[in-house]
């Protein structure tokens, strides 16, 4: 991050973390987001996904099931997809 990426890959940036550490960690790549640097994120934490990301895209058996907004995938026809949205911790 100290080099000002445009493009920044982050593979579940909150796991172990206590949650003031993992919610200073969201607001870090948050900052990032807002200066222009596009995030990657792979988490199992949807709260922290709601905070950090514009677009979601949901995995299941390999493969993207769905992609949108959070709002949009709360919304979703696919009971997996509700499901994982629904979801209060990390992964």
């Known amino acids: 991050m100290a080099l000002d990426p445009d493009i920044l890959l982050v593979d579940e940036p909150s796991a172990g973390l206590d949650p003031i550490t993992a919610r200073e960690i969201d ?3 948050v ?3 807002k200066s222009g640097t596009t995030l990657v994120v792979v988490t199992h934490d949807i709260p922290s996904a ?3 990301g514009d677009e979601l ?3 299941h058996d390999g493969r993207v ?3 949108g907004t959070a709002e949009e995938l709360d919304k979703s026809y ?3 997809v509700r499901a994982f949205m629904k979801s209060q ?3």
């Open 78 to 80: 696919d009971e997996i």
């Open 50 to 52: 709601r905070h950090i």
């Open 89 to 91: 911790g990390g992964g």
């Open 27 to 29: 607001d870090l790549l």
């Open 65 to 67: 099931i769905a992609r």
């Open 57 to 59: 895209a949901v995995l």
């Open 31 to 33: 900052e990032r987001k």
